[in-house]
C-alpha cells in the first residue's frame, strides 16, 4: 500500500471506529482514534500476518496491551479479512464474541487483554521464544500513556533489554490524555525517552498520525542491534474529529447522531 | 528407571520439591520445548542442576512475578512447554491479575509451580505462606490446582503437566514427605486417591496434611475406627464422584488442608455435600482466620491440629457429636 493510499484508509477506517461505536453505543472513542494510524501501517505494511498464515508459526505478533481500543483494532482485522465486517454490529452486544477488549474469540487476535501493563511482558515471552528457535518472527506491542505507571511494565523494560530482544518493537500511542486527566497532573512520564534509553531500549520520537513517518520508522527496526525498539508515537487523543481533539470526555464518550454527522461530515 | 522409583525402592524419601525438580530435569532432557522460568528462585526451587545441565532451557526473570508470569504465557503461546518456578506466596498473590488474564484467561498453557507452599516457610511469617491460593485459584476459570502429596504423586503431575494443553497450578512443600501407598500407583488429575479405606470416617487431606490424615487413621484403628484416607491431590476440578461415594459409605467426614479454612478444599467438599443432601458429621481442618502462630511448619502444624494426634482427636469429637 502506497503513503497515499495509506492516508485514504485511514479515514476509512476513523469513519468506521466511530460507526460501529455509535452502533453499539459503546467504546473507547478518544484512544481508538488516536491509535488508529498506528495499527494501519503495521497491518497494511510491516506486519507479516493475514488471515492465510493464521496462526502459522512464522507470523509476526502483535498484541494489544491498551486493549480497550479494540474498535480500532477490530476494524483493521475486518479489512485484512479476518472476519466479515458486518459482525461488528454486534460489538458489545449480548453474547456477541465482539467483547469491548482483545479476544482470542475473533481469528486474527493474539490474546486477551485488557488488564493494563500486561501486553509487554507476553511479547517478550513470545520475543524470547521466537529468538530461541532462530526464527524471523518479529513482535509489536502498542502500549496506552496511562499504563506506563504499571511496575509490570517496567519490569518488561528491564527483562527486554536484559534478553537483548531486537526483534521487539513497543509503540507508545502517546495521547498525553488519560480517564482522569493529562497524564503529567496524573502521573507525569517524562522525560520518557530518558528512562527507556536509561532501561537499554533504543528510542525514537515520531509524529504518530504521519504514515510515512510510521513507516520509515517500522522499516528501519531494529534501531539498534541487541537492544528492543521503542517509539513514541505523540498522537492526539480524539484525531481527525474537531470537537473530540484533546477532550477528555471522548476518552469513551459516544456521539448522539447529530454529534456522529458532524464527525462524519469531517471524516472525508 | 524415573529417580522416585529407585528412591522407593531404596527405602529413600525427598521433600516433593526436590522430586519436582530431578523429574522436571529428567524431563527437560529429552523435550527441548521444556523450559524452567524462574524468578531468582532457582535455588529455592532446588533448579540448580538444571541451569548447570540444561543452561538454555532455564530463564532467569529476576524476583519480578508479574513479569514471571507475562514472559511465561508468552513462551507458552509460542509453544513452549513453560514450568513457571516462584514461591507459591508471590506467585499467587502478586501475579495473580496475570495468571487470570494472560494464563488461564487467554488459555495459554503455563503449569504455575508454587514451592514452599502453604506454612512451608514456617517462622519466616505470613509474608512467605500461601494460605490464600486454593481460594484464589478455585475461583478462576480454566486452571487446574493440584497439590501432590507424596513422591510418586508430584513426579507424576509434573510429567503428565508437561504434556497437557491447559494451565495447572501445582504447590507443594520442602518437607521430606513418605510414600503413602507402595501398591497404588496410579494417578489422574481430579481423581483422589483412596490410601486406606475404613466406614466411620473419612479424612481427606491434600498436599502434606495427608501424611498425619494416614498416621491418624492407624491411631484411631487402636480406639477401633475405622477410616478412609484420601489424598485429595487435585482441589479443582473435585473429584465429585468419590466424594459421593465416601459421603454413601462413611458416617462422618473430615477436611485438613495446609491452607486457610476460607475457600480451600474443605469448603469445596463441603459445597458439594450440601447441595447434593448429603448431610453427614462434617469438620474442615487448616488453618483458622487469624494471624497464624509463629513457628516452623510442624509446630505450626501441631498448633493446628494438623498432626496424627489432632486429627485423632477431632475425629473422636466429630463421631461422638454424630
Redesign the interface.
Known amino acids: 500500500m502506497t503513503i497515499n493510499e495509506l492516508q485514504l484508509k485511514s479515514v476509512e477506517y476513523r469513519r468506521k471506529i466511530l460507526q460501529y461505536i455509535y452502533h453499539a453505543k459503546a467504546g473507547h472513542t478518544g484512544g481508538s482514534l488516536s491509535i488508529i494510524d498506528i495499527l494501519n501501517v503495521l497491518y497494511n505494511r510491516i506486519l507479516k500476518v493475514s488471515p492465510e498464515n493464521w496462526p502459522s508459526?512464522t507470523r509476526d505478533i502483535y498484541i494489544q496491551s491498551k486493549g480497550h481500543c479494540v474498535e480500532a483494532l477490530y476494524v483493521v482485522l475486518a479489512d485484512k479479512g479476518f472476519f466479515p465486517e458486518d459482525d461488528l454490529l454486534s460489538l458489545c452486544q449480548y453474547q456477541s464474541p465482539y467483547i469491548g477488549h482483545p479476544t482470542?474469540k475473533i481469528k486474527g487476535m493474539?490474546?486477551?487483554?485488557?488488564?493494563l501493563?500486561?501486553g509487554?511482558?507476553?511479547?517478550?515471552?513470545?520475543?524470547?521464544?521466537?529468538k530461541?528457535?532462530d526464527s524471523s518472527v518479529k513482535v509489536f506491542t502498542v502500549l496506552g500513556d496511562g499504563e506506563m505507571a504499571e511496575?509490570?511494565n517496567w519490569?518488561?523494560f528491564?527483562?527486554a533489554a536484559?534478553y537483548k530482544l531486537d526483534n521487539l518493537c513497543a509503540v507508545l500511542d502517546y495521547n498525553k490524555l488519560q480517564i482522569t486527566a493529562a497524564n503529567a497532573d496524573v502521573m507525569g512520564l517524562e522525560p520518557l525517552d530518558k528512562k527507556l534509553e536509561a532501561f537499554g531500549w533504543a528510542v525514537k520520537h515520531i509524529d504518530g498520525h504521519d504514515v510515512e513517518a510510521l513507516t520509515n520508522a517500522f522499516e528501519s527496526l531494529p534501531f539498534e542491534k541487541d537492544k528492543p525498539s521503542f517509539i513514541i508515537a505523540h498522537t492526539v487523543k480524539g484525531k481527525g474529529v474537531s470537537y473530540m481533539e484533546n477532550v477528555l470526555k471522548w476518552h469513551h464518550g459516544v456521539p448522539n447522531a447529530e454529534q456522529f454527522e458532524i464527525a462524519m461530515n469531517e471524516l472525508v | 528407571m524415573s529417580q522416585e522409583s529407585v528412591n522407593a525402592q531404596a527405602g529413600i524419601s525427598l521433600a516433593n520439591l526436590e522430586i519436582f525438580a530431578s523429574t522436571l530435569e529428567t524431563i527437560a532432557k529429552a523435550d527441548k520445548d521444556i523450559y524452567a522460568v524462574t524468578s531468582d528462585s532457582r535455588g529455592s526451587g532446588k533448579l540448580v542442576s538444571f541451569g548447570q545441565q540444561l543452561p538454555e532451557q532455564i530463564i532467569e526473570i529476576g524476583i519480578a512475578e508479574q513479569n514471571l508470569v507475562g514472559v511465561a504465557a508468552g513462551l507458552s503461546s509460542m509453544g513452549k512447554k513453560v514450568f513457571a518456578v516462584s514461591p507459591a506466596c508471590f506467585l499467587t498473590a502478586r501475579a495473580l491479575e496475570q495468571i487470570k488474564n494472560d494464563v488461564c484467561y487467554s488459555n495459554n498453557p503455563v503449569k504455575l509451580i508454587g514451592i514452599s507452599a502453604g506454612v512451608s516457610y514456617g517462622a519466616l511469617g505470613s509474608t512467605h505462606h500461601s494460605l490464600h491460593d486454593f481460594a484464589v485459584m478455585r475461583a478462576i476459570h480454566n486452571i487446574t490446582v493440584v497439590a501432590p502429596a507424596d513422591n510418586f504423586e508430584t513426579a507424576e503431575a509434573i510429567r503428565q503437566a508437561a504434556q497437557a494443553a491447559q494451565p495447572f497450578y501445582i504447590r507443594f512443600g520442602k518437607k521430606v514427605m513418605p510414600l503413602l501407598s507402595e501398591e497404588d500407583k496410579t494417578f489422574v488429575f481430579g481423581k483422589g486417591r483412596v490410601i486406606r479405606k475404613g466406614r466411620h470416617i473419612a479424612l481427606i487431606g491434600t498436599g502434606e496434611t495427608v501424611y498425619p490424615a494416614l498416621e491418624a487413621a492407624g491411631l484411631l484403628q487402636q480406639a477401633g475406627i475405622e477410616a478412609t484416607v484420601v489424598s485429595m491431590h487435585t482441589i479443582k476440578p473435585l473429584d465429585t464422584a468419590l466424594l459421593a461415594s465416601l459421603a454413601q459409605h462413611c458416617e462422618a467426614i473430615l477436611t485438613v488442608e495446609e491452607h486457610s479454612v476460607n475457600g480451600g478444599l474443605g469448603e469445596a467438599v463441603a459445597s458439594f455435600l450440601l447441595q447434593n443432601q448429603w448431610h453427614k458429621p462434617f469438620k474442615i481442618m487448616g488453618i483458622p482466620d487469624e494471624y497464624t502462630v509463629t513457628g516452623s511448619q510442624n509446630e505450626i502444624f501441631t498448633h493446628y491440629g494438623i498432626s496424627a494426634s489432632g486429627i485423632e482427636q477431632a475425629t473422636l469429637q466429630l463421631l461422638q457429636k454424630y
Open positions: 508459526k482470542k493474539e490474546q486477551n487483554t485488557g488488564g501493563g500486561h509487554l511482558s507476553i511479547c517478550c515471552g513470545s520475543a524470547l521464544a521466537a530461541k528457535d511496575g509490570s519490569e518488561a528491564m527483562f536484559h
